[in-house]
């Protein structure tokens, strides 16, 4: 499986970042990731977990703001899925994705956890 790079630029007009905006507080979780997450989770830091050939993942930058929200939130790994794909929230705090961004399974989550635990920095995500 290859990098799947983080989309940097959404729709203007179904981007969450629009309807967020004023709403969603300043100094919460999802504004402070929507603000750092390019910076925390840049696709460089991943890019040792995959391999130059095959099927692009899930970019591991919305993987990594997922896997925050998931323990800040208590969440297990379908409500995730559900919450990603129906909290726009979520999907601002990944750096304003569009409404409409596919989401993905609960085994993408399974899997960067296991490419994690078996890399040579297992914590990069939570430090």
């Known amino acids: 499986m290859t990098l799947g790079l983080a989309p940097t630029q959404g729709d ?47 970019p591991p930058m919305i993987v990594a703001v997922v896997m925050v929200l998931q323990r800040i939130e208590d969440c297990s790994d379908r409500e995730v899925v559900d919450r990603f794909a129906f909290d726009a929230r979520w999907k601002y705090a990944a750096g304003g994705l569009d409404f409409d961004y596919q989401g993905f399974v609960h085994t993408v989550l399974v899997d960067m956890r296991a490419r994690l635990a078996a890399s040579n920095a297992p914590e990069r995500i939570f430090r």
């Open 12 to 58: 203007l007009l179904r981007s969450t970042v629009n309807f967020c905006h004023g709403r969603v507080a300043e100094d919460s979780i999802y504004a402070v990731l929507h603000r750092e997450c390019f910076n925390l989770f840049p696709d460089e830091m991943f890019a040792d977990l995959f391999t130059d050939v095959g099927r692009r993942s899930v």
